[in-house]
């Protein structure tokens, strides 16, 4: 065998290397080999589906937020188109965040700290866009003109919710409670509604009609085929898969105008008199709508609807009166003399009384099987006399009444109320209803007691102690008494519309019950409450030139603490209904007004409802009375 | 003596380009070949029209053409010019690299190269062929000595020096191929086994310290494909598709410039390091193994002539290109099909990149050169 390192001038070669090399190399291109085979031949169709999948994807297409209209096709809640900036994730932090996030900062005049903040708080995917901010077209134009120096920031238009008033101005004060406002989905609802296609940053209704009539606004979401390139982004669509289906339009039972006549009455009583939280609404009584719904003071949800500042939002919350509430539903409180009617009802109905039968009254009622000396007063200290039913609720005596109360029993007051009502959600389609109390055994056990006190039970009859009803409840109690003993759910949203306001689907009022009382028993009581207006005691609205008979309740409720000259403080109650001779049933309009803590002399309230009705009637009249200077009845009740 | 010599070295002169070895040079600008067309179909798919996708193919074919002269130019002169100037080369590749770190500017985050006039110029590259010189220079000067430990010490050091400098960029992959052609030449040297076992082992024990040292996304990297849902939207995002292409590729690929991840610019970086998941998509298993059997044809030819070298130093640059090839194969392919962990190397002659063609057309004319200034004139 010839030498094999012939030739070679220094270091031999060993061929056992080379060989081990060599068969190094053939092992790696086997390798190679052999896993290309696994992948293209054995695994391909896998991965050919994979890789099909990768490129394509389904897109959400959004559909338009329906519209809302008042009750004569006013558009009140709309979409406007606007302009958000967003941020990629990936192509910023590839950038540099601060940099590109200052820059655009800088450039729109925004704060870069909170657009940071807003940036590092999302935890999405790097590929998704992340909004930071809305801004006007002219910085929208700017933006993209700047493009090449703002990696990742893309501008989107948005429909944004505009909320307006009965002129068509940008002011959502006025309806702001009936309609809420919407705003972005959080972290936790997303996860309970991702599979209803809600995606991240989707606005949902918060509040008022926008969020009770969430789904029908929102419509459905349509969806697309897309391609998407390297970074995930659409570049092309491929198909339509499904049309999104926009959101309906509806139309509230509230008339814009006289919700703004509500209001501005309700603003005179209340800076009248001093009171910081009142509440005014407008019924019809046959079907139950909901023509004007007041409560002061209100919010502009406009300034929710573009993300509210945390400045905004707390004056918001530490207002007096607590303008994000709506009193009208969501609060409580003792109704007091206008609770009279629930009394005096369960009193026929149950035969405690006749409508002709007299009864005692007193200075001071002794409450049965208490101590000699524990009574209760009326508000006359000197008592009224002999009184029948109707004379009683008229001149509202609060003995009669403790008697009444006190003969038919806690169950059968509970009853009559619950006919009426209260103690439960009126079922008017709007978030956030409170049911109140109303006075019971299973109240009394609930505190400990086996049954309710008897003292507490006559005052249960004036609408005192252990009675705490929402306006709302109030005005459906009284509507019941005028349309003749339907008990209705109260209805906010009359029906669709098409996009240009026009009815086109009504819902249907709905009877929740129906009173047991017999029509007689209910026309002495709706006879009394015209007494109520006719006798006096509601001072001068009797002498208002309505299309009607005004009937209805005073009511002064006390509540809290006794102040310093050892009285309590009290809120003012004034309900009232409009048929067109006394008794009858065909009252197409109920109005309440409630004013929290309203410690003057004169009934706020009713001088409230007197504005109301000369504004709605449009009367040349104008009989308010200063609600500090009561000449005419002492010791209002 | 002298007249054997002066005859031998006559007869060299005279019949050298008869020896060129031709194959070489085939399997050479085929591969190359390969890199044009699919480079041409990648940049396609990244979006490009089909005037930029030109306009990578013209640049290629430029960048070719000054590779092949100086292919030439190296095939030419003898190669011992290399021991002569082993010193000075070694110091321009020191501070080559320092250059890089100074001035370098970042690709995909890495400060890989450096922009003159518009032109990126890898640094890197070059250095891993002219290491290779170095490193066989010395070796080679070892003479009797190659068995010690301090060979392989001192290959160690020398080598030691330009790889940090890389790792340092960070470029780890291309530190690696350093550390590969370290093993691969101090292994035929003739090196003392034994020792190379422990040097290896305390590699092995420093490697996660190395590991742990780098940038977080790089440590992903590293180890998406172990498992690809570990990130799968960002670091991992690469290795998912280039997996779908490679698989969907079937026996004969979707064809060229069809493949559907490839069009949908689904492929990032695609015409540059993932470029063979784009020969497999489309050129599909059979594409594939035709160009591992290019590669495999290729380093075959550098063996031989290796092989067939006068000298140690002969054998010593061709094994040590050959081990830059087969290592640099190994980790691109390997990524692409998810087999190694992801690291920007390059794929030999494929891959986009002027700085790498010319680097290796450099390499394969010193090649070429140990060939026709090796063989008797009567093989």
Known sequence: MADLNEGRLDLPRSPARFIAFGVSAVLLFTLLGGRLFQLQILQGDLYARRAAAAHTAEIPIPAPRGLIFDRTGRPVAVNVPSWAVKARPADVTKAGVSTVIGRLASLIGADAKVLEQRFDAFHGSPYDLVPLTKVSRQAALLVGERSQELPGIVVEVDPQREYLDEKGNLDGSLLAHAIGYTGPISETELANLASQGYLPDDPIGRDGVESSFEQELRGTYGAQLVQRDALGRAVKVLDTVREPTPGKNLMLTIDAATQRMAVDALTWGMKASGVQEGVTMVMNPQTGEILAMASLPAYDNNKFAAGISATDYQAYLTRPGKPLRNHAISDTYPPGSTFKLVTGLGALESGVTTPTRLWPTYGCYQIPNAPRGQCLFDWNHTGFGPLNLTQAFAISSDTFFYQMAVKQGVDRLGDAAAQLGFGKQSGVPLPGEAAGIVASTEWARRNGRPNLYTGELAQAGIGQNVIAVTPLQLLNAYSTLANGGKLMRPMIVRGETSDSGKLVKAYLPEILGTLKASTADQRVIRIAAREVVTSGHAYNIRDLNLPGALSGKTGTAEFGAKTRNNTLPFHSWFVAYLPSKPGATDAKLAVVTFTYAAVVPGNVSLEVVKYFLQKYFKLDQDLRLDPHNFALVRNAN | ?379
Not at chain 2, 165 to 186: N, S
Not at chain 2, 248 to 273: C, H, I, K, M, Y
Request: with cysteine.
């Open chain 2, 1 to 379: 003596m002298g007249a054997i010599s002066s005859t031998f070295s006559q007869n060299v002169r005279a019949h050298k380009w008869r020896v060129f070895d031709w194959q070489l040079l085939l399997y050479v600008v085929l591969l190359v070949g390969f890199g044009v067309a699919m480079g041409y179909s990648a940049s396609l798919g990244a979006g490009g029209s089909s005037a930029s996708g030109m306009s990578q193919t013209v640049k290629t074919v430029i960048w070719t053409g000054i590779g092949l002269t100086i292919f030439f130019v190296a095939a030419s002169v003898d190669y011992h010019w290399l021991t002569t100037f082993t010193v000075p080369i070694y110091v321009a590749v020191l501070g080559l690299l320092a250059i890089t770190t100074v001035i370098g500017t970042s690709l995909f985050g890495a400060q890989m190269s450096v922009t003159v006039a518009g032109l990126d110029f890898q640094f890197s590259e070059v250095c891993k062929v002219l290491m290779v010189v170095v490193l066989a220079s010395f070796l080679t000067g070892r003479r009797e000595k190659v068995g010690r430990l301090s060979t392989i010490v001192g290959a160690g050091v020398l080598m030691a020096i330009p790889t940090f400098m890389v790792y340092r960029q960070p470029d780890l992959g291309t530190a690696l191929v350093f550390v590969a052609i370290l093993v691969g030449m101090l292994f035929m040297s003739g090196a003392s086994i034994g020792w190379m076992a422990v040097m290896a082992g305390g590699v092995v024990a420093v490697a996660p310290l190395a590991v742990q040292s780098l940038a977080i996304y790089q440590q992903q990297r590293l180890f998406c494909f172990l498992d690809p849902s570990v990130d799968p939207q960002h670091t991992c995002y690469q290795l998912i598709q280039s997996l779908n292409a490679v698989g969907s590729g079937g026996w004969f690929g979707e064809g060229l410039t069809a493949g559907g991840l490839n069009r949908s610019g689904l492929l990032p970086v695609q015409s540059t390091d993932f470029i063979f998941s784009v020969v497999a998509e489309e050129l599909g298993f059979i594409g594939g193994l035709i160009v591992l059997a290019l590669f495999g044809l290729l380093v075959w030819r550098v063996l031989v002539i290796g092989w067939g070298a006068r000298d140690a130093l002969g054998t010593m640059v061709s094994v040590g290109l050959a081990s830059m090839i087969l290592f640099q194969l190994l980790v691109n392919v390997g990524m692409v099909v998810g087999i190694m962990p992801v690291t920007g190397i390059p794929l030999p002659f494929v891959t986009y990149g002027g700085s790498s063609m010319i680097s290796l057309l450099f390499g394969m004319g010193i090649l070429e050169s140990v060939r026709m200034h090796s063989r008797k004139p009567t093989f």
